[in-house]
T-cell receptor, first 111, second 110 residues
Framework: SQTIHQWPATLVQPVGSPLSLECTVE??????LYWYRQAAGRGLQLLFY??????ISSEVPQNLSASRPQDRQFILSSKKLLLSDSGFYLC??????????FGSGTQLSVL | RKEVEQDPGPFNVPEGATVAFNCTYS??????FFWYRQDCRKEPKLLMS???SGNEDGRFTAQLNRASQYISLLIRDSKLSDSATYLC???????????FGRGTSLIVHP
């Protein structure tokens, strides 16, 4: 069966520090991969999605970036975090049936 | 107009009640529809897909109205454990991008 792993679960970072969140999927090949962010009390905002290795589409211009170095690995990065980057970050994958399956999320607090 | 709209609620209902949520979408090319459930500070989890003919899973019934561009979720015999936020998701034809509504909050009380 397919599983998705996302870490860390919580992260507290100072403003201006770098960020790297990693997500890996097991049990499937060539998944579509997604990074979402959810601010407190708000809906899910799509940040990036990828349909293949090295293929990244950005939905919202900001100081974040994403990479897909391997088929089932998706990384969210930032060189310098802003206060506004705080939120709940969710990685997800989907297959041909378009159903999304989420990782357990990372609660990021930028102080 | 937002692509996917939901009444944020909260819907406050007693145990055993029947409650229904609607979700409207703006893109007539939308072809796949889902309901997700999200508990506080947790990831969303797939509740059910929504098919054109309507579908049922236990106490949950989902329906699609393409003409009016909305989907609905009906929960019968509400349980305390049904308390959560219910997210509507729409995927447009030819797109890899699922669009989420902001969610409807349900609180089931004793």
């Amino acid at each position: 069966s397919q599983t998705i792993h996302q870490w860390p679960a919580t992260l507290v970072q100072p403003v201006g520090s770098p960020l790297s969140l990693e997500c890996t999927v097991e049990g499937t090949s060539n998944p579509n991969l997604y990074w979402y962010r959810q601010a407190a009390g708000r809906g899910l905002q799509l940040l990036f999605y990828s349909v293949g290795i090295g293929q990244i589409s950005s939905e919202v211009p900001q100081n974040l970036s994403a990479s897909r170095p391997q088929d089932r690995q998706f990384i969210l990065s930032s060189k310098k975090l802003l206060l506004s980057d705080s939120g709940f970050y969710l990685c997800a994958w989907s297959g041909p049936n378009e159903k999304l399956f989420f990782g357990s999320g990372t609660q990021l607090s930028v102080l | 107009r937002k692509e996917v709209e939901q009444d944020p609620g909260p819907f406050n209902v007693p145990e055993g009640a029947t409650v229904a949520f609607n979700c409207t979408y703006s893109n007539s090319a939308s072809q796949s529809f889902f309901w997700y459930r999200q508990d506080c500070r947790k990831e969303p989890k797939l509740l059910m897909s929504v098919y054109s003919s309507g579908n049922e899973d236990g106490r949950f019934t989902a329906q699609l109205n393409r003409a009016s561009q909305y989907i609905s979720l009906l929960i019968r015999d509400s349980k305390l454990s049904d308390s959560a936020t219910y997210l509507c998701v729409v995927v447009s034809g030819g797109s890899y991008i699922p669009t989420f509504g902001r969610g409807t909050s349900l609180i089931v009380h004793p």
